[in-house]
C-alpha cells in the first residue's frame, strides 16, 4: 500500500500471482493465501479474485485524471539487458551482424551476376538467394532471444542449446557470406547461395 506510486490517480492495484511467467499458473498454497487474506480485518487494503478485464473496468470507473498514452509502450529506461552469460549475449550480437551481412551481400549478388569473368576465367552462374537457410538461421537467433536466455535467468542446459545454435548459425552464415562474396567477385566456380 505505501509503495503504490498510482494513489493519487486510483485506490485499486493488480496483483498477478503464479508460478513463474512461462504459464506455470499458480499453486495451491498460492490460492489458498490469497482466500484467507481477503478476511483479515486491519490490512490497509481489501484483498480480492478477479479478472484483469474486471479490474480494468473497476479502474475505468473509480479512477481520477487516468493519462492517455498513444503509441509504442516501450519502457525508455530500459535500454539493454545485462546478463550472465556473457558468451550468448556476445554470439548474438555477432550472429545479428554476420546474417545482415549475408542478407546484403546475397541481395547484391542476386541483383548483380558477374557478367563479365575476369580474361580466361569461366563464367559463374547466376546466384540463388539462400531464403530458406538464412530462415531457418534467424529463426534460432530470435529463439535465443527469449527473455530468460540473454539475462542469463535460464537453466544450464538452455545455455549448451543456445551455443550449439550460435555455432550453427556461424558456420552456415560464413559459408553463405562466402558464397555471396565469391559471386560479387568472381572467385567462386558455382556461387550459388543455397548449393553445395
Given at each position: 500500500v505505501r509503495n503504490n506510486k498510482d494513489k493519487e490517480y486510483t485506490s485499486c492495484s493488480l496483483i498477478l500471482y503464479g508460478?513463474?511467467?512461462g504459464g506455470g499458473g499458480p499453486?495451491?498454497?498460492m490460492i489458498e493465501r490469497l482466500r484467507r487474506l481477503q478476511n483479515v480485518e486491519g490490512l490497509p487494503a481489501k484483498v480480492r479474485f478477479g479478472?484483469?478485464?474486471?479490474f480494468f473496468e473497476r479502474l475505468e470507473s473509480t479512477s481520477r485524471d487516468l493519462v492517455s498514452w498513444k503509441g509504442e509502450l516501450y519502457f525508455e529506461l530500459h535500454r539493454?539487458?545485462?546478463t550472465t552469460q556473457a558468451r550468448v549475449k556476445r554470439y548474438n550480437r555477432k550472429s545479428e551482424y554476420?546474417?545482415?551481412?549475408?542478407?546484403?551481400l546475397s541481395t547484391l549478388a542476386t541483383l548483380s551476376p558477374f557478367s563479365s569473368p575476369p580474361s580466361g576465367a569461366a563464367a559463374v552462374a547466376s546466384f540463388t538467394y539462400p531464403k530458406e537457410e538464412l530462415a531457418r538461421l534467424w529463426k534460432l537467433v530470435l529463439l535465443n532471444q527469449f527473455h530468460d536466455v540473454?539475462?542469463?535467468?535460464s537453466i544450464e542446459m538452455v545455455y549448451v542449446d543456445a551455443i550449439?545454435?550460435?555455432k550453427d548459425v556461424e558456420a552456415s552464415g560464413a559459408r553463405l557470406e562466402k558464397a555471396a562474396i565469391d559471386h560479387l567477385t568472381g572467385g567462386?566456380?558455382?556461387s550459388a547461395g543455397n548449393g553445395p
Open positions: 508460478n513463474g511467467d499453486l495451491d498454497h479478472s484483469a478485464n474486471g539493454g539487458t545485462y554476420l546474417l545482415r551481412r549475408v542478407e546484403l540473454l539475462p542469463g535467468s550449439k545454435f550460435y567462386g566456380k558455382s
